[in-house]
C-alpha cells in the first residue's frame, strides 16, 4: 500500500460531548476502519496540542525512544515519565467517538461542548483547542513559503548524503 493511502491529511473540527468523547471526521473514520485503526494512543504533543499515534506508530515511538529512555541524566527520565504517564490507550466507538481521558483534556485546557480540531499529520493524528490551532496556522502562515523551501532543500540534501553513503532520512518515518 502507498504511503499516500495510509496518511491521515486535512484538519476537520469537531467537538466534546459531555463524556469528553470527539467524533471523529468521516473520513478519517473510514481509513481508520480500512486501515485497522480502531485503538489509538493519545498523549502530550509538542505545541499544546495531543498527538494520537495508532499501534503502529506508537510501537515505532517506543522503539526510538528506548535508548534514550535506558541513559541515566535525570532531565531525560523526567520527560519520558511525564510523556508515558499522560498517554492512554483509547479506541474509536462503534459511533466514531473517541475519549480524550480528563488529564488530557485538562492540559489541552476543553471541557464540555468545547471546539476543537483534529488534524492529519502523515501517519499520526493532532488534537488541538480551536483557537489555539487557529493561532498556530496564522503564526506558521507567514513563514509557511520559507519553511517548505527549508525542508525541500534539507531533504533533498539528505538524499544526496545516502548516494554518498550517509544517512537517509526518510519524511514519513514520523
Not at 532531565?75 to 488530557?104: I, M, S
Not at 540534501?157 to 532520512?169: L, V
Request: hydrophobic share 35%; charged share 25%.
Amino acid at each position: 500500500m502507498k504511503l499516500a493511502d495510509r496518511a491521515y491529511v486535512g484538519a476537520f473540527p469537531s467537538s466534546l460531548d459531555s463524556a469528553g468523547r470527539i467524533t471523529m471526521p468521516s473520513k478519517f473514520r473510514e481509513q481508520m476502519k480500512r486501515l485497522e485503526h480502531g485503538k489509538w494512543w493519545i498523549g502530550p504533543g509538542l505545541n499544546g496540542n495531543l498527538y494520537l499515534y495508532n499501534r503502529d506508530q506508537f510501537e515505532a515511538m517506543l522503539q526510538r525512544s528506548k535508548s534514550s529512555y535506558e541513559a541515566v541524566d535525570q532531565e531525560t527520565h523526567g520527560f519520558f515519565g511525564v510523556n508515558f504517564g499522560l498517554t492512554y490507550e483509547t479506541r474509536v466507538d462503534g459511533q466514531g467517538r473517541l475519549l480524550v481521558p480528563p488529564a488530557l483534556r485538562e492540559l489541552l485546557g476543553v471541557g464540555p461542548k468545547s471546539e476543537v480540531v483534529i488534524s492529519g499529520v502523515q501517519m499520526r493524528l493532532e488534537l488541538w483547542e480551536k483557537q489555539a490551532w487557529d493561532a498556530h496556522v496564522q503564526q506558521l502562515w507567514s513563514s509557511f513559503g520559507k519553511q517548505a523551501t527549508e525542508l525541500s532543500a534539507k531533504y533533498a540534501q539528505s538524499g544526496n548524503d545516502s548516494e554518498k553513503g550517509g544517512r537517509e532520512d526518510d519524511i514519513s518515518a514520523e
